[in-house]
């Protein structure tokens, strides 16, 4: 699976929109952008995921680029709740492996 | 519904022993998946089974670490003899194969301490 880069941490205000970066500039064709995200103490959590055209769900919106080598996710209305690590992944789709990186820590602040 | 459920969620065991983390995925899933956390290392995959068989245990950090599916509904992942530097969380994740999101489902973790 292809690697990413993400920022070690971020801040965000509360209500406003938290835009994380990835850059994924190996990706094949066949891989996948996917986001996690791990909430203190607790067991990760899927977000969304995407190939190459944009994606949005009740959670979060992501924006991948044209060239596919870098995307974005939007938490719209970040709330202190969405504090966490925010992970960057491409894989496969139909492998299932999933290597998590360090990814970015969101801090929320009111 | 009820997600993946691991347990022990807290175990302090002293070194030489041996621990047993167990791990009951979702029912219909037909892929298991442990990984473990520390501060240094982040998150490791350490196994991971298709249908009750092992596929990959690359991860896996040496002999003394053993895991078994013996059915779709349990798995457990084995420690003997513990050392210190195996006190980590380690996490059990279930998803269901080629279909779906290709979404992995985890548990709230075993938080293992080797004193």
């Known amino acids: 699976d292809a690697k990413t880069t993400q920022p070690p941490s971020m801040d965000c205000a509360e209500g406003r929109a938290a835009n994380l970066p990835c850059n994924h500039s190996t990706i094949s064709g066949n891989e996948y952008v996917y986001w996690y995200r791990q909430i203190h103490s607790q067991g990760p959590q899927y977000i969304i995921h995407g190939l190459k055209n944009n994606e949005t769900n009740e959670m979060a919106s992501l924006i991948i680029t044209e060239d596919r080598k870098s995307s974005t996710l939007i938490l719209p209305h970040a709330t202190l709740r969405d504090t966490a690590v925010y992970y960057c992944i491409v894989r496969v789709y139909a492998g299932n492996m999933l290597t998590f990186g360090g990814g970015t820590r969101l801090m929320v602040k009111p | 519904d009820a997600g993946v459920i691991q347990s022990p969620r807290h175990e302090v065991t002293e070194m030489g022993q041996e621990v047993t983390l167990r791990c009951k995925p979702i029912?219909?899933?037909?892929?298991l998946f442990w990984y473990r956390q520390t501060m240094m290392r982040g998150l490791e995959l350490l196994i991971y089974?298709?249908?009750?068989?092992?596929?990959?245990d690359s991860g896996m950090p040496e002999d003394r670490f053993s895991a078994k599916m013996p059915n779709a509904s349990f798995s457990t992942l084995k420690i003997q003899p513990s050392e210190p530097r195996d006190s980590a969380v380690y996490f059990c994740?279930?998803?269901?194969?080629?279909?779906?999101?290709?979404?992995?489902?985890f548990g709230e973790g075993s938080r293992l301490t080797v004193l």
């Open positions: 089974f298709n249908n009750n068989v092992p596929i990959d």
């Open positions: 029912s219909g899933h037909n892929s």
């Open positions: 994740a279930s998803s269901p194969t080629g279909v779906g999101t290709g979404e992995l489902f």
